[in-house]
Nanobody
Framework: VQLVESGGGLVQSGGSLRLSCAAS????????MGWYRQAPGKQRELVAQ???????NYADSVKGRFTISGDNGKNTVDLQMNSLKPEDTAVYYC?????????????????WGQGTQVTVSS
């Protein structure tokens, strides 16, 4: 399974960016997809998640500014980020909870993208 991200970059405070992530490979089922971020010197944290068939959830710090959306048919997830703040600066990682074929069985694991840098200048 491979997760490929795109859309990071440099933006001024108050600006917008859109991140996209596409999952590919021998995917049997996607249980959830989401975005995490990690700022220098800080732990990786959940930004937003969209479970298959469930409701989305967001970190309190991004509620009302970020919107996550997914396309189950294309195995993609996007993160629209508006009203960006300098404290949103981080490497953003796509994450997917996926089951794949493993021999005659299935194996469920979390997969990560390579990360994309988002920098918000003040």
């Amino acid at each position: 399974v491979q997760l490929v991200e795109s859309g990071g970059g440099l933006v001024q405070s108050g600006g917008s960016l859109r991140l996209s992530c596409a999952a590919s490979g021998s995917i049997l089922r996607i249980y959830a997809m989401g975005w995490y971020r990690q700022a220098p010197g800080k732990q990786r944290e959940l930004v937003a998640q969209i479970p298959s068939g469930g409701s989305t959830n967001y970190a309190d710090s991004v509620k009302g500014r970020f919107t996550i959306s997914g396309d189950n048919g294309k195995n993609t997830v996007d993160l629209q980020m508006n009203s960006l703040k300098p404290e949103d600066t981080a490497v953003y990682y796509c994450n997917a909870d996926i089951s794949v074929r493993f021999g005659v069985a299935q194996r469920r694991s979390h997969y990560w993208g390579q990360g994309t840098q988002v920098t918000v200048s003040s």
